[in-house]
Nanobody
């Protein structure tokens, strides 16, 4: 069993920055990758970014490339999402996800992840 707790959400102005964090506890030895998804009202959950727990692989949605940076601290079992140059369309609930399986699927698919956090609200205003 793994538990994920997100933090760092809140209100930001357009063009501003926020930094999200997600700490995993429990069976953390099984971490293969962690990622961030988001869901805006009336829209489906969409991938934002993900990172392998070893090696160099990262994934970014086209909508956030050049603005968001995902990073990890393996010793702390924590993943971060640095969000810069925020736009109104970044407003959503952001969910942290953890993947345990090597061959579970593509990193950008929600079905590839086994555990989810409760979500943290990010609101961007003009």
């Amino acid at each position: 069993q793994v538990q994920l707790v997100e933090s760092g959400g809140g209100l930001a102005q357009a063009g501003g920055s926020l930094r999200l964090s997600c700490a995993a506890s429990g069976r953390t030895s099984s971490i293969y990758a962690m990622g961030w998804f988001r869901q805006a009202p009336g829209k489906e959950r969409e991938p934002v970014a993900s990172i392998a727990w070893s090696g160099t692989y990262t994934f970014y949605a086209n909508s956030v490339k050049g603005r968001f940076t995902i990073s990890r601290d393996n010793a702390k079992n924590t993943v971060y999402l640095q969000m810069n140059s925020l736009k109104d369309e970044d407003t959503a609930v952001y969910y942290c996800a953890l993947r345990t399986r090597v061959g579970a699927g593509a990193y950008q698919y929600a079905s590839s992840y086994d555990y989810w956090g409760q979500g943290t609200q990010v609101t961007v205003s003009s």
